[in-house]
Nanobody, 124 residues
């Protein structure tokens, strides 16, 4: 299994941007399809974005489509989530996840490795 460490969270005003990073160790990231999920206070954890092993395929939740961009640098064993035009409703703990497979995956049960999460807070 991969060990995942997220970074890049913080406090930002509405309309601002943040870039989250997820660095994998233990196995090379190129083995894994990767995803980002988030959990707001009092809410269930939800899918945000996913990317295939090669980076050639991506998917996004409707709530972030057009504002967020997922990418990866397999040479650095790192996956990124560029978040633009942030809204207060984007406030949540963001989790990185990894799984073995050739596609991209949007369901939590499809992932076997999870990071500890990074807090993103968007003020109005």
């Amino acid at each position: 299994q991969a060990q995942l460490v997220e970074s890049g969270g913080g406090l930002v005003q509405a309309g601002g941007s943040l870039r989250l990073s997820c660095e994998a160790s233990g196995r090379t990231t190129s083995r894994y399809a990767m995803g980002w999920f988030r959990q707001a206070p009092g809410e269930e954890r939800e899918f945000v974005a996913a990317i295939s092993r090669s980076g050639g395929r991506t998917d996004y939740s409707d709530s972030v489509k057009g504002r967020f961009d997922i990418s990866r640098d397999n040479a650095k064993n790192t996956v990124y989530l560029q978040m633009d035009s942030l809204k207060p409703e984007d406030t949540a703990i963001y989790y990185c996840a990894a799984t073995v497979g050739d596609s991209y995956y949007t369901r939590q049960y499809e992932y076997h490795s999870w990071g500890q999460g990074t807090q993103v807070t968007v003020s109005s």
